[in-house]
């Protein structure tokens, strides 16, 4: 499964844009699998649990576990477990819980570690520390003729930061939902407006679209941006103890919303 197949943006501690569950497994003992983003530009983080008793397949939700952060400065801030409805528009899914954290802040450049205890005892945990730099809150404008017109951006490095991630998504209010584009960059990015990732126009005439640049700690960018066939049961990066999955971190540098315009060549 490539980085860009991300499916649930309520499977990560993340951007409402988010981080997708993706966890290969193979026939064998159980698998327990753990996704969590740490999120400053949040104040509610969230952590999903799923356990596959054979170790075959997708995991199913796991209810009932006990999840905590605990803060650079030692305190421990406890989950509250709240059932999730898929949402159909998007993606397909099953109801399912997950774990959220009140976090009110999240420091950057300091560590945090997870702690998730399942009903059976068993344990897994895992430490991530966002990339030191502060959250970007308010987004650019940007009207793009996709025929003739190429996104240029650029920034500054963020100490702490293994990679940056460009995502490129349909507002929710833009339909048809024609998916999102995800690559791993260093400090620029170039994109063509006449683009096309996989064979498909990455920019749609008449659509409406957010792009995010966020700086990802080593956790993240080796867990996400990790190439793998979900049917060989290849093992994904893991940091994690106890279990699979991520716990990493992210924090948005850049928001931009495009306005897509132009006319489509075919209908010329």
Same mark, same amino acid.
């Given at each position: 499964m490539s980085s860009s197949a991300h499916r649930l943006a309520s499977l990560t501690l993340c951007l409402a844009v988010a981080c997708v569950e993706k966890s290969p497994m193979g026939p064998g003992s159980e698998v327990v699998t753990v996704h969590a983003v740490l999120n400053p530009a949040e104040r509610v983080q969230h952590v999903s649990v799923t @356990?596959?008793?054979?170790g075959a397949g997708f995991g199913q939700s796991v209810s009932g576990a006990t999840v905590s952060l605990v803060t650079p400065d030692g305190v421990t801030l406890p989950a509250t477990e709240v059932t999730i409805a898929p949402d159909y528009s998007y993606y397909p899914g099953v109801p399912g819980p997950q774990y959220d954290i009140a976090t009110?802040?999240?420091?950057v450049g300091r560590a945090y570690r997870l702690r998730v205890v399942l009903p059976n005892g068993r344990v897994v945990e895992g430490e991530a520390t966002p990339p030191a730099t502060t959250p970007?809150?308010?987004?650019?404008?940007?009207r793009l003729d996709r025929n003739v017109d190429t996104l240029r951006l650029s920034w500054p490095r963020v100490p702490g930061a293994r990679a940056y991630e460009? @995502?490129?998504?349909?507002?929710?209010?833009s339909l048809p939902w024609y998916g999102e584009y995800v690559t791993y960059v260093d400090t620029s990015f170039t994109l063509a407006g006449a683009?096309?990732?996989r064979g498909t126009q990455i920019f749609m005439e008449g659509i409406r679209y957010d792009l995010v640049v966020s700086a990802v700690d080593a956790n993240y960018y080796s867990?996400?941006?990790f190439e793998s066939d979900q049917y060989t049961g290849t093992a994904l990066p893991t940091s994690l103890r106890g279990g699979e999955g991520v716990f990493g971190a992210l924090v948005p540098i850049v928001r931009m919303s495009i306005t897509v315009e132009g006319v489509d060549p075919r209908l010329r």
């Open positions: @356990r596959s008793p054979d009110d802040r999240v420091e970007v809150a308010v987004a650019s404008e940007r460009v @995502r490129v998504f349909p507002k929710r209010d683009a096309r990732s867990y996400y941006a």
